[in-house]
C-alpha cells in the first residue's frame, strides 16, 4: 500500500487549501508588514490568532497533498514528480518554521506589549537560519510541482496554472494578506480541492470493522492531543 493512500491523499488535497485561503482571507482586514500584524494581535486576538493557526494547520496538511499529488505525476513523469514534491514539501516546512517564529512574536506581545515586542522582531528579522538559504523553494516549487501536474497529465492547463500562482504567496515572518495572496490561495483551491474530491469518490466504501476502529482511535488521538499541551 501507497502511503498517503487515497483517504489520507484526498482529505488532503481538500482540507489543506481550504484551511490556506480561511488563514489568508481571515487576515486580509490588516495592513500588511509585521507591525501592523502585531498590533492588529492585539486588538483582535481571537481572528489573528485563528488566521494563523488555519494557515499554519492547512500548510502542514498540504504535505499530504503534495505527496500524492507527486505519486500520481510520478506514473508518467518520475523527474518531474520528484523535483516538485522536494522542493515544495521543504517550503512547506519553510513556512511551517516561519509560523513558530510568529506564534513567539504574539506571545512576546502578550507578555512584553507591543512596542517592545515589535522592536524584538525587527532586531532579530535579518538573522540567518536554515530556511534563509532554503527560501525559495517556498516559492520556487510550486512553478516546478504545476509543471509537473500538466505534463504527467494530472492537471490540465487551466489547473495547472492555478496550482502555479501559490507560488505567488508572499513568505516570511508575519507577513498579512495581498492580493496576491488571495489570488494563489483561491488557485491552489481551484486546482487541488476538485482532485481531492474526485479522489474521495472513489475510494472504495470503509469497511464496518475500519469505522468501529476509527472511534476509539479518534478518541485516544484526541486525549493525547490533550496531554501533550500539559508537557
Known sequence: MRFPNGWVGGVALVAGPVLVLAGTLLRSPFHFFFPDQIRAFV?????VGAAYTAFLAGTVVLWAAVAYLAQRIGVRSPGWATWGGVL??????????????????????????????????ARGYGDLH???????TIMFGWFVLAFGAYRGGVLGKVRSVALASMGL???GVLKGTEVVSVVGAVGLCVALVPLGVRVLRA?????????????????GLGAL?????LG
Not at 43 to 47: A, E
Not at 93 to 116: I, K, P, Q, W, Y
Not at 203 to 219: F, G, N, S
Request: net charge positive.
Open 43 to 47: 486588538d483582535h486576538p481571537g481572528l
Open 88 to 121: 515544495v514539501t521543504v517550503g512547506l516546512f519553510g513556512r511551517t518554521f516561519h509560523a513558530g517564529v510568529d506564534h513567539a512574536a504574539f506571545s512576546a506581545t502578550r507578555n512584553l506589549g507591543v512596542e517592545r515586542a515589535t522592536d524584538l522582531v
Open 130 to 136: 536554515l530556511f534563509s538559504f532554503l527560501s525559495f
Open 169 to 171: 504567496l508572499p513568505l
Open 203 to 219: 475510494q472504495p466504501r470503509p469497511a464496518r470493522k475500519t469505522v468501529l476502529t476509527a472511534v476509539p482511535v479518534a478518541i
Open 225 to 229: 492531543a490533550v496531554l501533550s499541551t
